[in-house]
């Protein structure tokens, strides 16, 4: 059964940046598109970012597209999130997952679409 580590959130000042990582177990990473979901207190659960099996497709939410950035490595079966510019209202528990269906893009940014998450990782942006 595959399982999804995530790591690297904690607090930072506004403008600053974090870089979340995601380590899955497994031998089969590589074909999956993978994604980031954040969830803030009160809030639903949103999309954050998406890439592609191979990493030749990358998605962003509006709200955070020019500030994040998406990337894999599948040798090290490990996704990345570069969060820079940070401000209050990115604070929120981060949740990396893998999608359901291989090699699949398809309605990447629905949290139904994923049937594997990691436990999150909390992310505090102060102003």
């Known amino acids: 059964q595959v399982q999804l580590v995530e790591s690297g959130g904690g607090l930072v000042q506004a403008g600053g940046s974090l870089r979340l990582s995601c380590a899955a177990s497994g031998r089969t990473f590589s074909s999956y598109t993978m994604g980031w979901f954040r969830q803030a207190p009160g809030k639903e659960r949103e999309f954050v970012a998406a890439?592609?099996?191979?990493?030749?497709?990358?998605y962003y939410a509006d709200s955070v597209k020019g500030r994040f950035t998406i990337s894999r490595d599948n040798a090290k079966n490990t996704v990345y999130l570069e969060m820079n510019s940070l401000n209050p209202e990115d604070t929120a528990v981060y949740y990396c997952?893998?999608?359901?269906?291989?090699?699949?893009?398809?309605?990447?940014?629905?949290?139904?679409?994923?049937?594997?998450w990691g436990q999150g990782t909390q992310v505090t942006v102060s102003s």
């Open positions: 890439i592609s099996a191979s990493a030749y497709s990358t």
């Open positions: 997952a893998r999608k359901r269906a291989r090699y699949s893009t398809s309605n990447y940014y629905s949290p139904d679409e994923y049937d594997t």
